[in-house]
């Protein structure tokens, strides 16, 4: 019997984190590759913008959830940072995301 609730706890735990984290992944993998296209293509500030814009209306992130920092001789560099709530019946769960990109140029 307690093997079953053990089961039934982790079966639910998976159902509600796994989607928030398959996000994060999609998200992140998309900005990594715009900032990657941005730099070997020497898109403009506003080109970039754009697709940011898109990828964050795409996935409903909050308007300062994506963030151009700026080209440097590293690359182009674009900061993803959001939280998204999880909520689990007896509490909620902060899932919160950081990560620095920076597509460089071949």
Do not use: C
Request: glycine fraction near 6%; proline fraction near 2%.
């Amino acid at each position: 019997m307690l093997a079953l609730v053990i089961v039934a706890v982790v079966a639910f735990g998976v159902i509600k984190i796994a989607p928030v984290y398959i996000e994060q992944q999609r998200v992140v993998h998309e900005v990594n590759e715009l900032a990657r296209v941005a730099a070997v293509r020497g898109w403009k500030d506003d080109k970039i913008n754009q697709d940011i814009k898109r990828i964050s209306v795409e996935y409903t992130l909050p308007d300062n959830g994506i963030n151009f920092v700026g080209k440097s001789e590293k690359g182009v560099q674009i900061n993803v940072a959001y939280q998204r709530n999880i909520d689990l019946l007896v509490t909620t769960y902060e899932w919160k995301v950081d990560h620095t990109v920076i597509g460089k140029d071949l």
